[in-house]
């Protein structure tokens, strides 16, 4: 199954509950929260006060992508009851393993990143551990930019190597996904489809939804 996690990096943060009860109805399947700390990428987002406020205000799971230096030290914050992914970038862990494992303690599932710029082998040794790799297709830092067409070689070597060795890691795809776009990337693998600007850019985000889903059915 191919699930859409719209990115509310891209909502209106003035009416955010609002705008993630669109996205449900609409029948959007994860949350994916952005979280960026100005050091590790050249921005700052928000941190888990703002997805706990979502907390029993929607049944969406959320996909927290932590795009921060020393993960470990916020990772607890994150964990609540409708927390599906923690996901930490390669670039970030200097002992990723161990990360990955204090990520699984909490009972919730691990992910990891790799930037568009980062090799498919640094993940040679870990991938038996994750539950999802997350495939930048756009440099992390900023949302709204454009996709960079090499992560499409990346998504088919993660679906080749999964099936080889018959592994259980989810691949997702986060960066200038849109509806021309998307049909390629899950044709090639992707599970999990990160939508930010073209999901809650669009002047009706109801309908938008519903035009990635239908794409996913094809």
Request: aromatic share 8%; charged share 20%.
């Amino acid at each position: 199954m191919i699930r859409l996690a719209p990115s509310i990096l891209s909502a209106d943060f003035s009416c955010l509950g609002e705008q993630v009860g669109i996205i449900e109805k609409a029948g959007a399947h994860v949350i994916h929260i952005d979280v960026m700390d100005g050091h590790f990428v050249p921005n700052i987002s928000y941190g888990a006060t703002v997805m706990k406020s979502l907390c029993g205000k929607t049944k969406l799971p959320f996909d927290v992508h932590l795009m921060i230096e020393n993960p470990d030290r916020y990772i607890a914050d994150f964990v609540t009851d409708q927390t599906e992914f923690i996901v930490v970038h390669q670039e970030a862990c200097p002992h990723l393993h161990r990360t990955i494992q204090y990520i699984k303690s909490f009972g919730v599932k691990a992910g990891v990143a790799i930037n568009p710029g980062t090799s498919l082998s640094t993940l040679d040794f870990i991938l038996e551990e994750v539950d999802l790799v997350l495939v930048m297709s756009v440099n992390p830092g900023f949302g709204g930019q454009k996709y960079i067409p090499s992560a499409l070689a990346k998504v088919e070597a993660l679906k080749q190597i999964k099936e080889l060795h018959s592994l259980n890691y989810e691949i997702e795809i986060d960066g200038g996904i849109n509806l021309e776009n998307v049909k390629t990337v899950t044709d090639a693998g992707v599970e999990l489809v990160v939508a930010g600007s073209s999901v809650f850019g669009a002047e009706d985000i109801d309908a938008r939804v519903k035009e990635f889903l239908k794409i996913f059915e094809q």
